[in-house]
């Protein structure tokens, strides 16, 4: 169970920074650069949290 609710929020965490990704490539485009800063700084922060729970779930389901 534990293994599914990780996987579940890297998988909620890697949509979130798509989204994020393209919103703030669609800012970018409109020119305000302030945003795309701290979008940026979200997006690794969740991506990187992301990452770490599918090694954590790959880890479970391996052991």
Avoid at 4 to 29: H, N, P, Q, Y
Avoid at 39 to 48: A, E, K, R, T, W
């Amino acid at each position: 169970m534990k293994i599914k609710t990780a996987a579940l929020v890297a998988m909620v965490c890697l949509a979130i920074t798509l989204l994020f990704s393209l919103s703030s490539g669609f800012l970018m485009g409109a020119g305000s650069y302030e945003s795309f800063g701290l979008m940026s700084m979200i997006v690794s922060v969740l991506h990187f949290g992301s990452l770490i729970n599918l090694a954590y779930a790959f880890y479970a389901a391996a052991k």
